[in-house]
């Protein structure tokens, strides 16, 4: 059993996390899932991002203390992720107490090595994103990143040398084709971050205080990245002087999995002071896409944002799970309406998994009382369904390794869609009607139930109670992967249960003004 450590980013807890949000959260809870299904020892850690002057100016307003602040939207945040049935390990918090202490020795360790040093900041400030900007790199004047306004900074602060590991940086990640994945991603920090010059990073404020201290200069607070980043190593128990075994298992992470907005951050600062550090990095660094609503990023100005609670309670847990993992092409954006959840809804889950299951258990239980027969494949339209059912494991397996996730989907769909054919072309209501094809049709409905069983295993990570009602109803069949190796899973003699409608298709117009209805109660 190999181990396997898995990330998300740390979710900034300024505020309630939108459906764009909460996609990177259920993609890493399918990986995870899938590579326990491999037979991995997986570890998930997920969490909160929790200081900076965004939030303390949040929690002024809101008439609070900034932990009082932090604690309210942290348990938001949890409340969601939760909610679409992800299985982390541990969620970690940058204000637990370890967390903090760590980060001030991993400070200390830095500054004693001579990799951080004092100066002075003077340059452009954004607050929204809390990152500081030199003129030149300012677009329009604003921030580069968010487009916002930038303010005039200039002040006492601690720097990480970042420029003096510029070309051990470039070295590294031309020798590790895979570290930043995409390919796209590497050539966009390469090419617009990395190969134009690294500047030196301003890791400590003084005007900020809701932060951690640098102890040995307490007017000084360690500024968002070295806090942020660090809790990838602190969750799983690093110490400057005794790490964990637990850390000592875990890291390197396999695979870290973050939004393409905070790529930059990843793939240049962490790097570094991992290096820094004398720790081993990261396998890959994983900047997925955004998904955006009807074609614009979500934004409460906009009016276009959409939450899991509204997704999940009109959809049910599984499918928002199902629409998610399935809208995002790989390396590029992709969209959410209401109108496009409900296409895929009707078409993919109720038209062709929900409608195959539905008709061969019934067909299943209504010329055999639902007793599983014998497997007898000499026609070619049952090879042709054994060498796809085939194919789509192998290609489904090949994307997900890959994280080409949508496309692992379209292979379980691909599949279903195979399955249905299969029932028109063998026509088990025509066989029934004659006593001599009792054999043929109790193969046929094998072959159904076999490649129902097949979709269920791969459905695993994408929609596990949904797959879980499947086996179920397939007689509890074995449900790993590696027995997709053989079609016959199926045992001869076993019995198939009834099973409600997974699915029931939805009337578009209505939904859409239940929907509607909903949103103006709950604003």
Not at 448 to 475: D, N
Request: proline share 4%; with cysteine; glycine share 6%.
């Amino acid at each position: 059993m190999s181990k396997f450590y898995i990330t998300t980013a740390i979710t900034y807890a300024s505020g309630t996390p939108h459906i764009g949000n909460c996609y990177e959260i259920v993609l890493t809870d399918a990986v995870a899932r899938h590579r326990r299904a491999l037979g991995d020892d997986v570890y998930f850690l997920t969490g909160s991002d929790e200081h900076g002057q965004k939030i303390a100016e949040k929690a002024a307003a809101a008439g609070v203390t900034p932990k009082e602040f932090v604690d309210k939207t942290v348990a938001a945040i949890e409340e969601i992720w939760r909610s679409f049935n992800t299985t982390f390990d541990k969620f970690i918090r940058t204000t637990d107490p370890y967390h903090e202490k760590t980060v001030q020795k991993i400070f200390k360790k830095l500054y004693d090595k001579g990799d951080i040093y004092k100066g002075e900041y003077e340059g452009m400030y954004c607050t929204p994103c809390e990152s500081f900007w030199t003129s030149s790199q300012l677009q329009d004047g604003k921030c580069p990143d968010c487009g916002r306004e930038c303010i005039p900074a200039k002040e006492e602060a601690y720097f990480l040398k970042l420029s003096a590991f510029q070309g051990w940086l470039e070295q590294f990640i031309e020798e590790n084709p895979d570290f930043i994945y995409p390919e796209s991603r590497k050539k966009e920090m390469l090419n617009n971050f990395i190969k134009p010059g690294i500047l030196d990073l301003c890791v400590s404020r003084t005007t900020v205080k809701w932060g951690i201290p640098v102890d040995f200069d307490p007017k000084h607070v360690i500024y968002i990245w070295i806090d942020a980043l660090s809790n990838y190593i602190t969750a799983i128990g690093y110490d400057t002087e005794t790490p964990t075994e637990q850390f000592q298992k875990l890291w390197g992470a396999d695979l870290q999995i973050i939004g393409k907005d905070i790529m930059r951050f990843h793939s240049i600062y962490w790097p570094i002071i991992l290096h820094c550090l004398d720790l081993p990095l990261p396998r890959q660094i994983f900047g997925h896409a955004w998904l955006l609503s009807g074609g614009d990023k979500m934004s409460k100005s906009k009016g276009n944002t959409i939450y899991s609670k509204e997704l999940i309670k009109f959809f049910g847990v599984d499918a928002a799970r199902f629409y998610l993992l399935q809208a995002m092409p790989f390396g590029d954006d992709g969209v959410i309406t209401y109108e496009n959840v409900i296409s895929v809804f009707n078409t993919d889950l109720a038209n062709n998994i929900g409608n195959l299951v539905s008709r061969t258990i019934s067909m299943s239980q209504k010329y055999f009382g639902g007793i599983i027969g014998t497997p007898h494949n000499t026609e070619e339209f049952d090879k042709d369904l054994i060498e796809t059912a085939f194919l789509c494991r192998d290609n489904y397996l090949k994307n997900f390794e890959t994280l080409h996730i949508a496309d692992a989907i379209k292979n379980i769909t691909d599949l279903g869609r195979r399955l249905n054919k299969y029932i028109d072309e063998t026509t088990p209501w025509v066989l029934a009607k004659d006593e001599t094809k009792k054999e043929r049709l109790g193969a046929v409905i094998y072959n159904l139930l076999e490649g129902i069983r097949f979709i269920a295993v791969m459905l695993i990570p994408i929609m596990p109670e949904t797959s879980e009602k499947i086996i179920k109803a397939l007689g509890n069949p074995p449900e790993n992967l590696e027995s997709l190796c053989n079609f016959g899973g199926l045992k001869a003699g076993g019995s198939v249960q009834t099973i409600e409608n997974l699915f029931i298709r939805i009337d578009e117009k209505k939904m859409i003004e239940e929907i509607e209805k909903y949103r103006e109660n709950e604003q």
